[in-house]
């Protein structure tokens, strides 16, 4: 594999950042992986299990030189981290992002970038339950969509560099404009996210069932609430507080269409029923037949699990 950035440097070294270090091991296309994270603990981690080429303590330092930044900490961070690095960035970098929420990305981060360096938002949609710098793996990335979402003055040949260097890492990738991406991603990611909370949230207060026999009897549904609800408590407090329009209007309809079903049960309206887990089944066969599952019986996931 050719080498796309002479000098990679990840922001914050968590499940995302350190699936890219292994997956630019893997393919080449980093001649320098620097890495930094906020606390001491972590970037020992990283030094321990040889991450990155250099493991360095501020993000200051690690973007010196960088060709590209990639941004890879919790949404509500962005802009902070942003306004450290400004000073520190090499004329005509790209600076990207892993953000699941793309529009206050790229209004936190964008005033304080200097006018010689690209901003360029990106979202690998692809992740599991676990964080830290010991949770990557390579393969995360395989086969999975990483969407584009460029600023209107990004200059082409810069978005076309980084699609590359995510197609280097195993990513399909599309561009996307930035507002309609927080709407599909509240579709397919933050509303179902936010309903496995709830779930697992009604059963932990639900005192007529007890602990034990939601552990011991949970039957698959249940049981993958409990894995996505499982999720890092940061970043997804901060993906409702920053795509909060989308998630409100995505829930409101969720809402809705819970109540018709609501209705059909204690009418006992089977062919209501019937028609709408029809539809959706049509819905889970699609998905499969565009590669983005298996139809395997552990929920379609592989043993590392995919988000
Ligand atoms: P993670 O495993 O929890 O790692 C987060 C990293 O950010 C850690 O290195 C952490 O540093 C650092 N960090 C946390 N708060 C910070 C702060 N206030 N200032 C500076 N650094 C901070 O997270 P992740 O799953 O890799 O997620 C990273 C980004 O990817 C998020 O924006 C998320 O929305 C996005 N994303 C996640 C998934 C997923 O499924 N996980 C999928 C797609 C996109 P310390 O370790 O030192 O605390």
Known sequence: MTVIYERVALIGLGLIASSMAHAMR?????????????????????AEIGLCDHIVESAADAVADADLVVLCVPVGAMGAVAEEIAPHLKPGCTVTDVGSVKRAVFDA??????????FIGGHPMAGTEHS?????????????????VPSEDAAPEAIQTLISYWESLGSKCAQMEMDHHDLV????????????????????????VTDSEVVNFSAAGFRDFTRIAASDPTM????????????????????????????????????????????????????????????????????????
């Open 236 to 307: 997804w407090r901060d993906v409702f507080l920053t795509n909060k329009d989308a998630t409100l209007e995505i829930l409101g309809r969720f809402t809705e269409e819970l109540f018709a079903l609501q209705r059909a049960i204690r009418q006992g309206d089977g062919e209501h029923l019937h028609d709408y887990f029809t539809r959706t089944r049509e819905i889970r066969r699609g998905i499969i037949e565009a590669g983005q599952d298996t139809a395997a019986p552990n929920f379609g996931r592989a043993p590392g699990g995919q988000t």
């Open 132 to 148: 830290g710098p010991r949770s990557g793996f390579a393969e995360l990335f395989d086969d999975r969509w990483c969407l584009i």
């Open 185 to 208: 991603c509240a579709v397919v990611s933050h509303a179902p996210h936010l309903i496995a909370y709830t779930m697992v949230g009604v059963a932990d207060d639900l005192s007529r």
């Open 26 to 46: 893997r393919c080449g296309s980093a001649r320098e992986i620097v890495g930094t994270a906020r606390s001491a603990e972590t970037r020992k981690v990283a």
């Open 109 to 118: 981060v964008t005033p304080h970038l200097p006018d010689n360096v690209t």
